[in-house]
């Protein structure tokens, strides 16, 4: 029910775009007319209400305090990074995962530690969009949706059937579901400050941020696939043909 829900949306959207994407010049993002004004939207949003969050966030905590919230944020995505990587049949990741799970739960007490790290297992992040994109499946044409930010049809797809994938979301206890919404706005908030500097650059640096963060989300959700290290480089120089704003 979910994954259907999540494809008539993701029909509206490209309904949407294919009418407002008249005259793109650029192949590789048929939707460009609507993902502007997406991105517009979305920017005008984060400026208004998450970067003020941010760095008031920042302003008012220090960094083992920031540190702790995303190593509880990040505990928690474990449960659903250990599904993935079995559907992925990457055993060896998916007994790392559940390690540092277990350690971290009850040594990094309930997350906000992670001596999983000093022991020597590393932490992968593995979500329902990757594991498509490992099955065979093409991300076909990028997508900025309203709210969520940078997307492609088999992402949009992935962040629905995560939804219904993730035992977290399946768990019964006192304060569960305020654990689960804390958990989502916790690591959205721990999210945008870590990157505030980066969108910071972006925004001071480049002639037309929209076209500069559509290819390094396409080049690193890419990299994130084939389980490669994702570019530490989001600022490049971008061909005058990509630009049309």
């Known amino acids: 029910m979910k994954t259907q829900s999540a494809a008539l949306l993701l029909g509206s959207a490209l309904a949407l775009g294919a009418c407002a994407s008249t005259g793109a010049r650029n192949p590789d993002d048929p939707y460009e007319g609507f993902n502007r004004k997406m991105y517009g939207f979305n920017n005008a949003l984060d400026k208004a209400v998450l970067e003020p969050v941010a760095k008031g966030y920042r302003a008012v905590t220090n960094e083992p305090v920031r540190k702790g919230v995303t190593n509880f944020t990040n505990n928690l995505g474990e449960p659903l990074t250990f599904t993935n990587e079995l559907l992925q049949f990457n055993v060896p990741h998916a007994a790392g995962t559940f390690g540092r799970f277990v350690i971290n739960s009850t040594i990094g007490i309930a997350g906000l530690f992670d001596p999983a790290t000093s022991f020597g297992i590393k932490r992968t992040d593995e979500d329902f969009g990757q594991t498509l994109g490992r099955w065979g499946v093409k991300p076909g044409p990028y997508l900025v949706l309203p709210f969520l930010g940078s997307s492609d049809p088999r992402d949009f797809v992935g962040w629905g059937a995560d939804f219904g994938l993730n035992p977290v979301n399946y768990v019964q206890f006192d304060g569960a579901d305020t654990l689960r919404v804390s958990n989502f706005v916790l690591g ?41 290290a994702p570019s530490s480089k989001p600022v490049e120089e971008v061909p005058d043909y990509e630009m049309n704003f």
Request: net charge positive.
């Open 188 to 228: 959205g908030l721990s999210a945008r400050e870590s990157a505030i500097e980066t969108i910071d650059d972006v925004r001071q640096t480049q002639l037309d941020p929209y076209t500069t963060l559509r290819r390094f989300y396409v080049r690193n959700r890419a990299a994130q696939v084939r389980n490669s």
